[in-house]
């Protein structure tokens, strides 16, 4: 984020501002659209943006703090403390409206994935208890302090661990010995799809499809169940509010999907590909990532791009596009 990594200067918050109506006004006469994904912190929002000024397509609002806990509650708890009452969804999302940001430009974001954590003690397992470092790395996603949904679902239904739903945060955690991991699941993900309509958001990011049970093996569930049930609420709503009003015009969600092109990497029955993208499920999809080099946006994986002997995953990407039921926008995201 400007201003907010080593070596950024203050100005850096004027500089992003700039570069913004640089790039609109590159991108109008290609039709092209603009998108970011901003932070949620409030120490990050007040150093790095200047939201008035930067209005434009729209706005994934992410949230990547690491603290001990649910990553991406809905709302506080009572006896939470300001920093922890300042990093939810729902006081960031007012905080980006309050202070100039229009409700339609927003997009939350989703997270099908949990973050954990090693516990001082097996016997202190609440949220916020002590934590001595991330929690193990899962079979499939190989990263410490990171489970995706389905390798959640695997702890939970078939290796003893406890569930709980917390009221306040409207999320789940759920424990075993040590390890902790907060995330969201089918009943908690519906809190937050309400919460969107009733805010008048733009709609609802997800990072990542390849992060869902996309095959629907392992949560008896079926395929993209936090996608499938995220999708279908916010569909219902609109068709019932259309029904409630007479009305024929229908203020379309937008619903933006992350492809991440290193997911093809992972073993056996998580490799990810763009033909196990279910584009039904999307209006947008952000192909992650490319990367800037020599002031060109240029492909990160090698198979990104066609070569002589085989097409990349581009082309693929393209090909879902158009086979789609519906119109979808694609983007590519640096990083």
């Not at 095959?215 to 569909?235: D, F, H």
């Amino acid at each position: 984020y400007p201003d907010s990594r080593h070596g950024s200067r203050p100005t850096d918050k004027q500089h992003f501002t700039n570069l913004l109506i640089e790039l609109k006004r590159a991108f109008r006469p290609f039709k092209f659209l603009l998108t970011a994904a901003v932070g949620a912190g409030k120490s990050t929002i007040d150093a790095a943006y200047e939201i008035p000024q930067i209005s434009f397509y729209f706005f994934n609002l992410s949230s990547w703090e690491s603290k001990t806990g649910i990553q991406v509650p809905l709302y506080s708890r009572q006896n939470d403390n300001k920093l922890d009452k300042e990093l939810t969804q729902d006081w960031s999302v007012r905080y980006w409206i309050n202070n100039g940001c229009s409700s339609s430009k927003i997009v939350m974001g989703l997270a099908l994935y949990g973050r954990t954590f090693r516990l001082a003690s097996s016997t202190e397992n609440y949220i916020g208890a002590p934590a001595v470092g991330p929690g193990n790395a899962g079979l499939y996603t190989n990263e410490q302090g990171f489970l995706a949904y389905y390798e959640i679902c695997t702890r939970v239904k078939q290796q003893g661990w406890t569930k709980i739903f917390d009221e306040e945060h409207k999320s789940n955690y759920a424990y075993k010995d040590e390890q902790w991991v907060g995330y969201d699941d089918l009943y908690s993900i519906s809190y937050k799809i309400q919460y969107v309509q009733e805010m008048g958001l733009a709609g609802i990011m997800f990072w990542a499809a390849d992060l869902d049970d996309f095959t629907g093996s392992s949560c008896n569930e079926g395929k993209y169940p936090l996608m499938n049930k995220a999708v279908n609420l916010i569909r219902s709503q609109i068709q019932s509010t259309i029904s409630s009003t007479k009305s024929s015009l229908q203020e379309k969600k937008r619903i933006v999907c992350y492809y991440t092109n290193w997911s093809q990497y992972r073993p056996d029955q998580a490799k990810f590909y763009p033909e196990d993208l279910d584009g039904s499920l999307c209006t947008h999809i952000i192909y992650a990532f490319a990367v800037l080099n020599n002031s060109k946006l240029t492909p990160f994986q090698s198979n990104d791009e066609d070569t002589q002997s085989s097409k990349g995953f581009f082309y693929f990407i393209f090909i879902l596009l158009i086979r789609s039921d519906r119109r979808l926008s694609l983007f590519s995201s640096d990083f």
